[in-house]
C-alpha cells in the first residue's frame, strides 16, 4: 500500500523560501507520477505542480509559475516542491499525491486522476 508523507512547511515572511519534501513507501516511486496541491482556507483544493515518472515532463499552475519548482529523485523515493518569492496567497496545507504511469513523459492535472495522498503539510506565509 502506498503511503505518502510530507515535510518542510512551515511558517514564512513573504519573499522568503521554503522547500517540501514527499516520500513515498510501499510502491515502486518511479512508476508514479507525482504533484503537488493546495487548500488554502475557505477554498476548494486546486493544483500547483505536477510531474511525470521521468521527471522530464513538468507543469505549473500559472500562479506559481516562475517561483516554484517540482522535482524528484526516484533512487530516493521523493519529489520536492522548492518554492521561492512566496506571498501570502501561497498559505495554504500542501499536500502530495501519485498514480501510477503507464509511460514515462505523462503528467496529470486533475484531482481526480491521483489515486494516493499525503495528509499535507501547512505553509503560512506572513505578510
Known amino acids: 500500500q502506498v503511503k505518502l508523507v510530507e515535510s518542510g512547511g512551515g511558517l514564512v515572511q513573504a519573499g522568503g523560501s521554503l522547500r517540501l519534501s514527499c516520500v513515498m513507501s510501499g510502491g515502486t516511486f518511479s512508476r508514479f507520477a507525482m504533484g503537488w496541491f493546495r487548500q488554502a482556507p475557505g477554498k476548494e483544493r486546486e493544483f500547483a505542480a505536477v510531474?511525470?515518472?521521468?521527471?522530464?515532463?513538468?507543469y505549473y499552475a500559472d500562479s506559481v509559475n516562475g517561483r516554484f519548482t517540482i522535482s524528484r529523485d526516484n533512487a530516493k523515493n521523493t519529489v520536492y516542491l522548492q518554492m521561492n518569492s512566496l506571498k501570502p496567497e501561497d498559505t495554504a496545507v500542501y499536500s502530495c499525491?501519485?498514480?501510477?504511469?503507464?509511460?514515462?513523459?505523462?503528467?496529470?492535472?486533475?484531482?481526480?486522476?491521483?489515486?494516493?495522498w499525503g495528509q499535507g503539510t501547512q505553509v503560512t506565509v506572513s505578510s
Open positions: 510531474i511525470s515518472r521521468s521527471g522530464e515532463a513538468i
Open positions: 499525491a501519485a498514480r501510477s504511469a503507464v509511460y514515462s513523459d505523462t503528467f496529470y492535472r486533475s484531482l481526480d486522476s491521483y489515486t494516493d
